[in-house]
DNA sequence: CAACTAAAGTTAACGCTGTTAAGATTGCCT
DNA sequence: AGGCAATCTTAACAGCGTTAACTTTAGTTG
């Protein structure tokens, strides 16, 4: 008697196919980018009936969220895996790379997760997924633990939103091929994002 | 014998559809934001069958380059309008607020701007209209302007890049609600956007 | 253990989309 | 006056997101 995991010649009950959908979609994204990643592509792909997503997301936009839930979740690991045992600036240097190097490997769903109008990902309650605030909470604690002797006082509470903005800016900047660390003299994006870093923290 | 004017009951030779339709696209964008702006949508607004669009652009990627075409003159002489007649920082500063303004003016016009893969603009020939790199061009005219006393000799080149980047970014978070400038304590944006600039400049 | 139910799949259909083909109308040039 | 190229028309295509109605299955319950 079977048991509740997936098989082939059963049609019925695939066994967990809200994750399969999530992770074929991030598949087509990032081997044929967002114009390929229709619902009945990712149906297709999952080896079910094109109707089937339906049972588990009641819109694409809804699946679409689910995505950026996950690559959300990588997207923190990248940072923090570039952080991870560094103090001070080179925990927020850290940061900065590992968020610009996670665009930079995974273009098509870092675009879909920074382009999307943020009414889009609202939960019915109206809520954003607490995940879509890690990246800012990250950089947060990076600025925390820098000493930031330069900056004046009064202004401190703006380092956050420039430190945010300025390596969301650079990574929309590079993977859109407008700007590339060669330009500039370096030979590769962590030299580059790490005199970026150095440069904002006045150093 | 009527000239070469647009006319009501002529349905052949509308006059100029081509700049109809891409004022009729950025009507529809900025009332009713992108999910609206549909090929055949704009051909109806402008009073045309839903092929007659395929006479001037061979694509809806191809109109909606001309759409940005459009949006990015705008875009810069918002910039220019607000930095006119100032010298140096204030200079730059004009050029951010401007920037910043048009982003909170048009934001679904700017989200298309500003999220519309590189390749998808590119001509025949390969080539990006030249108008889509103004604004960084005014940014350098902007840097070159300001005295930037504060900042290291060696990576000055590092200026112009950084400054994209994070008026850039803070367009982008401004328009999708992730910071407001009240947030951090400023009435309106153009005091908000002063005193990034000021940060960034040191001062 | 048979019967019921809720969950999770199916097929078929709806109106919409971008795009193309083939034909009609027009202004302009000779 | 006639022809041509540009510009428009209608009609059709496949593919899209989504829904409705139905079928199969797993698990619970008497």
């Given at each position: 008697m079977r048991i509740n995991q997936t098989k082939g010649t059963d049609h019925y009950h695939h066994g967990d196919l809200r994750r399969a959908l999530i992770g074929r979609a991030i598949n087509i994204l990032e081997s044929e980018?967002?114009?390929?990643?229709t619902m009945r592509r990712i149906a297709r792909d999952a080896g079910v009936s094109q109707a089937a997503p339906y049972s588990h997301f009641k819109s694409k936009k809804d699946l679409l969220t689910a995505v950026c839930v996950e690559g959300t979740v990588w997207f923190g690991d990248s940072m923090k895996a570039r952080a991870a045992g560094k103090k001070g600036l080179e925990y927020l240097a850290g940061l900065a790379i590992g968020h610009v190097e996670f665009a930079l490997e995974h273009p098509a769903l870092f675009r879909l997760m920074s382009t999307r109008p943020i009414s889009q990902s609202l939960d019915a309650q109206g809520n954003l997924p607490e995940i879509f605030n890690e990246g800012y909470q990250l950089m947060l604690s990076g600025l925390a633990a820098a000493p930031l002797k330069h900056f004046g006082s009064g202004e401190r509470q703006l380092d956050a939103p420039i430190a945010w903005a300025q390596i969301y800016g650079i990574s929309n900047l590079l993977i859109e091929g407008r700007i590339s660390p060669e330009t500039f003299g370096f030979d590769n994006v962590e030299q580059f994002v790490r005199a970026l870093v150095g440069h904002f923290l006045h150093l």
């Amino acid at each position: 008697m079977r048991i509740n995991q997936t098989k082939g010649t059963d049609h019925y009950h695939h066994g967990d196919l809200r994750r399969a959908l999530i992770g074929r979609a991030i598949n087509i994204l990032e081997s044929e980018g967002e114009a390929a990643l229709t619902m009945r592509r990712i149906a297709r792909d999952a080896g079910v009936s094109q109707a089937a997503p339906y049972s588990h997301f009641k819109s694409k936009k809804d699946l679409l969220t689910a995505v950026c839930v996950e690559g959300t979740v990588w997207f923190g690991d990248s940072m923090k895996a570039r952080a991870a045992g560094k103090k001070g600036l080179e925990y927020l240097a850290g940061l900065a790379i590992g968020h610009v190097e996670f665009a930079l490997e995974h273009p098509a769903l870092f675009r879909l997760m920074s382009t999307r109008p943020i009414s889009q990902s609202l939960d019915a309650q109206g809520n954003l997924p607490e995940i879509f605030n890690e990246g800012y909470q990250l950089m947060l604690s990076g600025l925390a633990a820098a000493p930031l002797k330069h900056f004046g006082s009064g202004e401190r509470q703006l380092d956050a939103p420039i430190a945010w903005a300025q390596i969301y800016g650079i990574s929309n900047l590079l993977i859109e091929g407008r700007i590339s660390p060669e330009t500039f003299g370096f030979d590769n994006v962590e030299q580059f994002v790490r005199a970026l870093v150095g440069h904002f923290l006045h150093l």
